[in-house]
T-cell receptor, first 111, second 110 residues
Framework: DGGITQSPKYLFRKEGQNVTLSCEQN?????MYWYRQDPGQGLRLIYY???????QKGDIAEGYSVSREKKESFPLTVTSAQKNPTAFYLC??????????FGDGTRLSIL | QKEVEQNSGPLSVPEGAIASLNCTYS??????FFWYRQYSGKSPELIMF????GDKEDGRFTAQLNKASQYVSLLIRDSQPSDSATYLC??????????FGTGTSLTVIP
């Protein structure tokens, strides 16, 4: 079954800690995206990548980092510099001229 | 100016009625338009997409696009309580970026 897998489903971060959210897709999509969603809010773009080994900052990239070493994988690291990380994080991917599809999301909270 | 704007609602309709959701966008170069449904605590689920002016129907859902007016709408006929969710409008802009509205909350009252 093709799809986007995000893990873990729930994540807790301690003060000063970096945490990494996983996103894997087997849809053979070139483009992958990370969004943040706060309660009652829309989706805000953190980073996106159109091809392997290349990525661009979105609207709220500060305090986050990504890598794109493989087409299938686009992990997001929430660094200690992100002072308000509590949110619902969504990974998405798309192929040429196709809609964007989402993983199930990771809910991050601060301990 | 926001790239994509939606009436935030909340919108309430009785079961069996038509729900109408609206969206405007600012980038005239946008080519693709999408409607997602998001249940509370879940990720967005694609329900409709439209690329050309006019109407596109899929079951109880109809998407309408008017590029001259930069306007997209979603009609849900015979609304059911299971349609109660937040509906997100999205636009694919140049550079393969997607812009999302803040969503319209719909409640279908049995």
């Amino acid at each position: 079954d093709g799809g986007i897998t995000q893990s873990p489903k729930y994540l807790f971060r301690k003060e000063g800690q970096n945490v990494t959210l996983s996103c894997e897709q087997n849809l053979n999509h070139d483009a992958m995206y990370w969004y943040r969603q706060d309660p009652g809010q829309g989706l805000r773009l953190i980073y996106y990548s159109q091809i392997v080994n290349d990525f661009q900052k979105g609207d709220i990239a500060e305090g986050y980092s990504v890598s794109r070493e493989k087409k299938e994988s686009f992990p997001l690291t929430v660094t200690s510099a992100q002072k308000n990380p509590t949110a619902f994080y969504l990974c998405a991917s798309t192929g040429w001229n196709q809609p964007q599809h989402f993983g199930d999301g990771t809910r991050l909270s601060i301990l | 100016q926001k790239e994509v704007e939606q009436n935030s609602g909340p919108l309430s309709v009785p079961e069996g009625a038509i729900a109408s959701l609206n969206c405007t966008y600012s980038d005239r170069g946008s080519q693709s338009f999408f409607w997602y449904r998001q249940y509370s605590g879940k990720s967005p689920e694609l329900i409709m997409f439209i690329y050309s002016n006019g109407d596109k129907e899929d079951g109880r859902f109809t998407a309408q696009l008017n590029k001259a007016s930069q306007y997209v709408s979603l009609l849900i006929r015979d609304s059911q309580p299971s349609d109660s969710a937040t509906y997100l409008c999205a636009v694919r802009a140049t550079g393969n970026q997607f812009y999302f509205g803040t969503g319209t909350s719909l409640t279908v009252i049995p």
